[in-house]
C-alpha cells in the first residue's frame, strides 16, 4: 500500500509554529515581493505569498511594476530594499520580461536578503556544502518532506528529472550534501527510463502531465512530483501518472497537496531565518 506524503499537513505545522515564534517578537519579519507585468499565474502566486506571510505575523509588500520596466528601474527598487532595515527578505517573482537579464538582477539582492537562494553566493555555499542565507524553496520544502517521512536519503540513489536553477540543481545540491548518490536528468538523457528504474528517490520537475510512468518506477521507491500543470479542463495535476505510479511506490506526493504548500512554508521559514540574522 502506498503511503501518501502530505505537504499541506507538514506546511500547516511548519507555518503554524513560525506564527507563534514571531508574537515573542517585537519587530515584524518583512518580506517584499517584486512582480513584472500582468501575468495571472504569478499574481495569484505572489498573492498567496503575501496573504500567508501576514497570516503568520510578517510585514508583507507586493511591489508591482509595469512589463515595460528597465533593467536600471528595477535594480533601483532592489537597491531600496536592500538599504531598508525593515525588509528582511527580498523575492522577485520570476520569469521576468525577456529585455531584463535575471542573472543581474538576482545578483543585485544583497545575499543576506535573498529569500529564494538565487544569489550566487547562497548557490555557491550550497554547492560546497556551507550553509548559505537561505535555500531555494521548492526542493527545501521537498528535503522537509523526506525527513517528516523519515525517508532515508543518504546512500540512497536519487534521480532527479530536470535541471533548472530553481529546482533540479539546487535538489541536487541538497540531496549530495546529505549523502545520496545523485543523477541529474534532462531532456538530452538517453534511456531515461532505465536510470529512473535504478531510483530509490525519484523526483520529477519537468512540467509535463503524465510524463513518469508506472513502468519507470522501482517497487518500493519514493515519488516526488514537483511539477504543476494545468489540464485541458484546468485541473492541477503534477508530472507524474499518479494512478498507476501509486500501485509501485512505497511513498508518493500528490499534486496538488504535496510538493505545493511546502514552497510557500519555507519561504516564511526562509524569512524567519533572514530576520533572526539581522536582529542577532
Ligand atoms: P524548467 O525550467 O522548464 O525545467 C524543466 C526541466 O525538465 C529542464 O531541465 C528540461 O531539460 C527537463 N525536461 C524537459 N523535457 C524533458 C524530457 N523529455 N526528458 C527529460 N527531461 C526533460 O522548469 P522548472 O522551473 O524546474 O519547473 C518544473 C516543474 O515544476 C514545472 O511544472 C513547474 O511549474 C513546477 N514547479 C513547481 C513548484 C512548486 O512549488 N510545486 C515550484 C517550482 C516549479 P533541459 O534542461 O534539457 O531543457
Known amino acids: 500500500m502506498v503511503n501518501l506524503i502530505n505537504g499541506r499537513e507538514l506546511s500547516e505545522k511548519i507555518v503554524g509554529k513560525i506564527a507563534l515564534e514571531v508574537k515573542n517578537y517585537d519587530k515584524k519579519p518583512g518580506l517584499t515581493v517584486i512582480i513584472v507585468g500582468e501575468d495571472p499565474a504569478s499574481k495569484i502566486y505572489v498573492n498567496k505569498k503575501k496573504k500567508t506571510a501576514e497570516k503568520t505575523g510578517f510585514n508583507s509588500e507586493i511591489i508591482e511594476l509595469p512589463d515595460n520596466v528597465s533593467q536600471q528601474e528595477l535594480e533601483k527598487y532592489i537597491d531600496e530594499l536592500n ?18 537579464n535575471t542573472y543581474e538582477i538576482l545578483e543585485k539582492i544583497k545575499p543576506e536578503k535573498d529569500v529564494d537562494g538565487f544569489h ?12 548559505p542565507y537561505a535555500v531555494s524553496c521548492t526542493p527545501f520544502g521537498v528535503i522537509k ?3 517528516e517521512y523519515n525517508i532515508e536519503i543518504e546512500g540512497k540513489n536519487a534521480v532527479i528529472i530536470g535541471r533548472s536553477n530553481i ?3 539546487p535538489m541536487a545540491s541538497l540531496l549530495l550534501n546529505k549523502n545520496a548518490t545523485v543523477t541529474v536528468c534532462h531532456s538530452r538523457t538517453k534511456n531515461l527510463a532505465e536510470v529512473c528504474s535504478r531510483a530509490d528517490i525519484l523526483i520529477s520537475a519537468v512540467g509535463r502531465p503524465k510524463f513518469v510512468k508506472a513502468e519507470w518506477v522501482k517497487q518500493g521507491a519514493t515519488v516526488i512530483d514537483v511539477g504543476t500543470n494545468r489540464t485541458e479542463e484546468g485541473k492541477l495535476v503534477g508530472d507524474v501518472d499518479f494512478e498507476e505510479v501509486s500501485k509501485k511506490a512505497a511513498y508518493i506526493t500528490p499534486v496538488p497537496g504535496g510538493v505545493g504548500p511546502m514552497t510557500i512554508a519555507m519561504l516564511l521559514a526562509n524569512t524567519l531565518e533572514l530576520f533572526k540574522l539581522h536582529n542577532k
Open 120 to 131: 550566487p553566493v547562497n548557490v555557491g555555499r550550497l554547492v560546497i556544502g556551507l550553509d
Open 167 to 169: 529546482v533540479g540543481k
Open 145 to 147: 518532506l523526506l525527513e
Open 83 to 100: 538599504n531598508n532595515s525593515a525588509v528582511d527578505a527580498i523575492l522577485v517573482q520570476l520569469p521576468l520580461p525577456e529585455h531584463i
